[in-house]
């Protein structure tokens, strides 16, 4: 059987790569943190402009919008 023992050049590789999947994890957290926010203003200015537009028409047709998209 072949014992292998890495060497000192192998170790700083594997040490160098684990560096550099922490910097990618960082940019995929930061990334799916982004889209996170994107998401909440999206949903936040949908919902002032929904609510502008129900006080200019009819009570009853923002009810049935609002009944939709709950």
Do not use: F
């Amino acid at each position: 059987m072949d014992n292998h023992n890495p060497t000192d050049r192998e170790k700083e590789r594997v040490k160098i790569l684990i560096e550099e999947l922490k910097i990618l994890q960082g940019v995929i957290n930061r990334m799916a943190q982004n889209s996170l926010e994107c998401k909440k203003w999206t949903l936040a200015l949908a919902v002032g402009v929904l609510s502008l537009k129900i006080e200019a028409i009819s009570h009853l047709y923002g009810l049935c919008v609002l009944g939709v998209l709950c």
